[in-house]
T-cell receptor, first 111, second 113 residues
């Protein structure tokens, strides 16, 4: 089992729809969780962090965390073509001074 | 506020050669991590440095090495290059450790021919 798993996609949604990206992790004691966005040919960019169970909203983005189920998700409301990118789920390795990245989910938003 | 600076942006090397990549983190950030990104393997952790000390190393052969200087700038070196080393090498800067999240540099695209 991979430490951080994501559906590779591609996930295709129409403009204005909600895009839902999912991630599961194996380390039960993980405390912090991140979502990065990577445009083609660019480096990853941190867009969301979440540390507590529940929802965290930032503009059109909502991160959801369920530690009991070892599940974290990212919702993008009112999806725009500019949201088309690869979204990487990242979980710091507890006490390990490193972060494990999922393989990423490619999102396409159709105009 | 300057971002994370990686040099060079692109490199083409021949098998058997060695290469040195450089990373200057955000001012005030003392943690520098290096990752290798390939289409097949995604982002793979290479190593992490904090205050000139390597705190963790990924599962890469000894040909991959790094160091950090007193000004937090970091270098990574790959010796005896192999075709499979062709990848995007990303430097990630963090204030303290990975719990703060990373700011990535633009990366160095290494092609080994």
């Amino acid at each position: 089992q991979k430490e951080v798993e994501q559906n590779s996609g591609p996930l295709s949604v129409p403009e204005g729809a909600i895009a839902s990206l999912n991630c599961t992790y194996s380390d039960r004691v993980s405390q912090s969780f991140f979502w990065y966005r990577q445009y083609s040919g660019k480096s990853p960019e941190l867009i969301m962090s979440i540390y507590s169970n529940g929802d965290k909203e930032d503009g059109r983005f909502t991160a959801q965390l369920n530690k009991a189920s070892q599940y974290v998700s990212l919702l993008i409301r009112d999806s725009q073509p500019s949201d088309s990118a690869t979204y990487l789920c990242a979980v710091p390795h507890t006490g390990g001074f490193k972060t494990i990245f999922g393989a990423g989910t490619r999102l396409f938003v159709k105009a | 506020k300057a971002g994370v600076t990686q040099t060079p942006r692109y490199l083409i090397k021949t098998r058997g050669q060695q290469v040195t990549l450089s990373c200057s983190p955000i001012s005030g950030h003392r943690s520098v991590s290096w990752y290798q990104q390939t289409p097949g393997q995604g982002l793979q952790f290479l190593f992490e440095y904090f205050s000139e000390t390597q705190r963790n190393k990924g599962n890469f052969p000894g040909r991959f090495s790094g160091r950090q200087f007193s000004n937090s700038r970091s270098e990574m070196n790959v010796s005896t290059l192999e075709l499979g080393d062709s990848a995007l090498y990303l430097c990630a800067s963090s204030f303290g450790d990975e719990s703060y999240g990373y700011t990535f540099g633009s990366g160095t695209r290494l092609t080994v021919v």
